[in-house]
């Protein structure tokens, strides 16, 4: 099994639809959690922090359960430029490194 | 430029040629990663510094690769004897380790092309 692990997708959404991804992870990466976001043939950029209250920023809202180990990321009112890949990011005990999910690919269109 | 700087950004070798890359952190991050990532997939953990001290290695590394940070500062990261599924961008990051946050930088990626 994968230390973390997302669908691949791809989701196609309308713009300003609100899309959800989730994400599983094992328990060698489950100390910080965080989405990073890529463009294509680009390096991935924070998206955000994931913590276990959940977080909100701006139109993007990260939770995360413990109890069942999930992650989940939810974008509301989706714009074109949020087309991109959205990476679940564990990291090890001690966080001395990320652990990527396989990245879900997303297409917002007009 | 601040940013983690990567060169060369795109490499074209042979099979069996050796290939090195280069990785300039962010100054003062005394944490350097390399990570590898192939089409489709999320970028995977090679190996990471602090500072000159090579911490962990990934078994995804083979004896092929060899990675150094000499100084601490800028790393290296040497392919020897090339083979078609080396083929992959090769991405270096950096970050503080007294960033609570973790926050890791990653540089824009060398590419390279097994041919």
């Known amino acids: 099994r994968k230390e973390v692990e997302q669908d691949p997708g791809p989701f196609n959404v309308p713009e300003g639809a609100t899309v959800a991804f989730n994400c599983t992870y094992s328990n060698s990466a489950s100390q910080s959690f965080f989405w990073y976001r890529q463009d294509c043939r680009k390096e991935p950029k924070l998206l955000m922090s994931v913590y276990s209250s959940g977080n909100e920023d701006g139109r993007f809202t990260a939770q995360l359960n413990r109890a069942s180990q999930y992650i989940s990321l939810l974008i509301r009112d989706s714009k074109l430029s949020d087309s991109a890949t959205y990476l679940c990011?564990?990291?090890?005990?001690?966080?001395?490194?990320?652990?990527f999910g396989q990245g879900t690919r997303l297409t917002i269109n007009p | 430029d601040t940013g983690v700087s990567q060169n060369p950004r795109h490499k074209i070798t042979k099979r069996g040629q050796n290939v090195t890359f280069r990785c300039d952190p962010i100054?003062?991050?005394?944490?350097l990663y390399w990570y590898r990532q192939t089409l489709g997939q999320g970028p995977e953990f090679l190996t990471y510094f602090q500072n000159e001290a090579q911490l962990e290695k990934s078994r995804l590394l083979s004896d092929r690769f060899s990675a150094e940070r000499p100084k601490g500062s800028f790393s290296t990261l040497e392919i020897q004897r090339t083979e078609q599924g080396d083929s992959a961008m090769y991405l270096c990051a950096s970050s503080a380790n007294w960033d609570s946050g973790n926050t890791i930088y990653f540089g824009e990626g060398s590419w390279l092309t097994v041919v």
């Open positions: 990011v564990g990291t090890n005990q001690g966080a001395q490194k990320l652990v």
């Open positions: 100054s003062e991050h005394n944490r």
